[in-house]
């Protein structure tokens, strides 16, 4: 089991910037891939960044591509994305994920772990 707890969440005018970090339970979380979502009341959980267990490969939705990086520290067991530029459609909670294996990095039904989210709100 790999429990995952968010937080930097917070609130931002449009233009700031915001990091949310993941902290890991685990040691060997440095093995697994990890994610990044969000999601608004009534919607579908949106995949916004990934990164593979070694920090090689990352991938963006194109909402959010140039503004947020996704980044890991395996030493912390913590993933982490510092976005910038923020617009008030990024309000969201925004969650942090992990699995052993992936087989769509962007597909939440792949992800077995999931932290219980992180509010971020960007007031226009």
């Known amino acids: 089991q790999v429990q995952l707890v968010e937080s930097g969440g917070g609130l931002v005018q449009a233009g700031g910037s915001l990091t949310l970090s993941c902290a890991a339970s685990?040691?060997?979380?440095?093995?697994?891939?990890k994610g990044w979502f969000r999601q608004v009341p009534g919607k579908e959980r949106e995949f916004i960044a990934g990164?593979?267990?070694?920090?090689?490969?990352?991938k963006y939705a194109d909402s959010v591509k140039g503004r947020f990086t996704v980044s890991g520290d395996n030493s912390k067991n913590t993933v982490y994305l510092q976005m910038n530029s923020l617009k008030p459609e990024d309000t969201a909670v925004y969650y942090c994920?992990?699995?052993?294996?992936?087989?769509?990095?962007?597909?939440?039904?792949?992800?077995?772990?999931w932290g219980q989210g992180t509010q971020v709100t960007v007031s226009s």
């Open positions: 685990k040691r060997t979380f440095s093995n697994y891939e």
């Open positions: 994920a992990a699995a052993r294996r992936l087989t769509e990095v962007n597909r939440s039904r792949d992800y077995e772990y």
């Open positions: 990164i593979s267990w070694s920090g090689s490969t990352t």
